[in-house]
């Protein structure tokens, strides 16, 4: 069954600081993978995904995410966090096709909070 | 604004009481979901609707009854729920089920208070 690991339940960023927030997958195959952003109060938006080629992917709001297979990651990145950044990140993981039970998988979520 | 609205956005409900949670998409999409969001737990899929019929049922307790009379709409019916049951609904839809690279796109969610 896959899953998805974000280790960093909460991390505090001073604003202007470089950011980089961990996701892990356990999948057979290489799957799709995204990456969603959900600000107080608010739904779940899409930051960017992964579906093929280039490993480096760039998203909205200057935030971008690698691929890595051989560490079975998919780290989100972004070069300089402003205060508006400051949300729930969700890692996600989803077959290349829907067989059975497998769906979309998300992860528990990574809270950024942003220091000035 | 995603193009997904949901109704209302709180709610409280004493444990013998019925409610329901109502989802509107103007994206002409072909599939709605009902997930639930509690703290510190992954997002959980309840139901799935295709084409307003239903696709996907996660071993949800019958006190949730969801219904999807039209593509563009969906509602969640609440009965004797229980306060573990307290949560952020999500509503969200998609392009195509099947299609699992299709971007989801969500609610704000209705908060959900069971007293």
């Known amino acids: 069954a896959q899953s998805v690991t974000q280790p960093d339940i909460h991390i505090t960023v001073s604003e202007g600081a470089s950011l980089e927030l961990r996701c892990n997958y356990s999948?057979?195959?290489?799957?799709?993978l995204f990456w969603y952003v959900q600000s107080p109060g608010q739904g779940l938006q899409l930051l960017l995904k992964y579906f093929s080629g280039d490993t480096l992917v760039q998203g909205i709001k200057g935030f971008e995410a690698e691929f890595k297979r051989s560490q079975s990651s998919f780290n989100l990145r972004k070069p300089s966090v402003h205060w508006s950044d400051a949300a729930e990140y969700f890692c996600a993981v989803g077959p290349r096709a829907s067989f059975g039970n497998e769906k979309l998988t998300f992860g528990t979520g990574t809270r950024l909070t942003i220091i000035p | 604004e995603t193009g997904v609205t949901q109704t209302p956005r709180h709610l409280v409900m004493g444990m013998t009481n019925k409610k329901s949670l109502k989802c509107e998409q103007h994206?002409?999409?072909?599939?709605m979901y009902w997930y639930k969001q509690s703290a510190k737990k992954p997002l959980e899929l309840m139901f799935v609707y295709s084409l307003e019929e239903r696709v996907e049922n996660n071993s949800v307790p019958s006190r949730f009854s969801p219904e999807c009379p039209n593509s563009s709409h969906l509602f969640l019916h609440l009965h004797t729920l229980q306060p573990e049951d307290s949560a952020l609904y999500l509503c969200?839809?998609?392009?195509?089920?099947?299609?699992?690279?299709?971007?989801?796109?969500f609610g704000e969610g209705s908060w959900l208070t069971v007293v």
């Open positions: 999948y057979g195959a290489t799957p799709y």
């Open positions: 969200a839809s998609s392009q195509d089920f099947a299609d699992t690279g299709n971007t989801i796109y």
């Open positions: 994206l002409g999409h072909n599939a």
